[in-house]
């Protein structure tokens, strides 16, 4: 799977204990005495953010331009079901600008992440106008064009990233596909039947913790089935599934958090 270069924001963060003072001897002319000064201690480095940003929205492409940092960056063209990795961020607080193709703003959203953590900024919708941006399109006809102007529909999801421990991994599916209905299930061995997972609506998502470090799921979309696998030989780390609609066809990326 593709990823956008990996572009520069800002430092990283630790606390470094000041130097133990050293006592200096001056001399006057009424005697001799210690006078005791504090070396100036090291500056603490700014508070690390680590942020990846995954593009999950069902059109082929948005824009999107960050401030509120003191190296801003810009993803002119950010494919779908692409993904970038930064470096880290000082500054808690980002304003994220996206365009659509034709150089249009669909939204403008200030997002708070956590001080000192790694997040995963995901991003779904299809811009659509017909309903509240706030979730993919839902399931059934869209609602008969009003006098209400809706903006576009996008939506930015914020998660946690963490590295999977040595034994279990965590799972996060996501149905960003709008009108569609996911159904996750498992795929049965051993004469064991499969299993229902989850059902998930336009905009909802199911976590899975304690998983093993391979497995298949399949998934059920308008009837037809789509297998979901994971293989991961020696790493042991989370993963991100949204799916999507490309081309109006469901499709899903997995992005692991490493």
């Given at each position: 799977m593709p990823m956008l270069p990996t572009l520069l924001f800002l430092a990283q963060a630790l606390i470094s204990p000041s130097s133990t003072p050293s006592p200096v001897t001056s001399t006057s002319h009424h005697g001799t005495y210690h006078h005791h000064t504090a070396a100036s201690p090291t500056p603490a480095p700014l508070p690390e953010i680590h942020i990846t940003i995954v593009n999950a929205t069902s059109v082929p492409f948005i824009s999107l331009n960050t401030a509120g940092t003191n190296l801003p960056v810009a993803y002119p063209e950010f494919p779908q079901g692409t993904w970038t990795g930064n470096a880290p961020l000082t500054n808690p607080v980002i304003d994220y600008l996206a365009r659509d193709s034709d150089g249009h703003i669909v939204a403008d959203r200030p997002l708070h992440f956590p001080l000192v953590s790694s997040q995963v900024l995901l991003l779904t919708g299809d811009l659509s106008t017909s309903g509240p941006a706030e979730a993919p399109p839902p399931l059934g006809s869209p609602p008969v064009q009003g006098s209400t102007v809706w903006p576009p529909n996008l939506q930015f999801h914020i998660y946690p990233a963490a590295k999977g421990d040595s034994e279990r991994c965590r799972y996060r599916v996501v149905n960003g596909m709008p009108s569609k209905l996911l159904i996750l299930r498992s795929v049965g061995e051993s004469n064991?039947?499969?299993?229902?997972?989850?059902?998930?609506?336009?905009?909802?998502?199911?976590?899975?913790?304690?998983?093993?470090?391979?497995?298949?799921?399949?998934?059920?979309?308008?009837?037809?089935?789509?297998?979901?696998?994971?293989?991961?030989?020696?790493?042991?780390?989370?993963?991100?599934?949204?799916?999507?609609?490309?081309?109006?066809?469901?499709?899903?990326?997995?992005?692991?958090e490493e």
């Amino acid at each position: 799977m593709p990823m956008l270069p990996t572009l520069l924001f800002l430092a990283q963060a630790l606390i470094s204990p000041s130097s133990t003072p050293s006592p200096v001897t001056s001399t006057s002319h009424h005697g001799t005495y210690h006078h005791h000064t504090a070396a100036s201690p090291t500056p603490a480095p700014l508070p690390e953010i680590h942020i990846t940003i995954v593009n999950a929205t069902s059109v082929p492409f948005i824009s999107l331009n960050t401030a509120g940092t003191n190296l801003p960056v810009a993803y002119p063209e950010f494919p779908q079901g692409t993904w970038t990795g930064n470096a880290p961020l000082t500054n808690p607080v980002i304003d994220y600008l996206a365009r659509d193709s034709d150089g249009h703003i669909v939204a403008d959203r200030p997002l708070h992440f956590p001080l000192v953590s790694s997040q995963v900024l995901l991003l779904t919708g299809d811009l659509s106008t017909s309903g509240p941006a706030e979730a993919p399109p839902p399931l059934g006809s869209p609602p008969v064009q009003g006098s209400t102007v809706w903006p576009p529909n996008l939506q930015f999801h914020i998660y946690p990233a963490a590295k999977g421990d040595s034994e279990r991994c965590r799972y996060r599916v996501v149905n960003g596909m709008p009108s569609k209905l996911l159904i996750l299930r498992s795929v049965g061995e051993s004469n064991q039947p499969s299993r229902q997972l989850a059902l998930l609506a336009p905009g909802n998502s199911a976590l899975f913790i304690r998983q093993p470090h391979n497995l298949q799921w399949e998934a059920e979309i308008d009837g037809r089935i789509y297998p979901v696998t994971i293989e991961q030989e020696s790493d042991s780390n989370n993963c991100l599934i949204p799916f999507f609609l490309r081309n109006g066809r469901p499709d899903f990326i997995r992005v692991f958090e490493e």
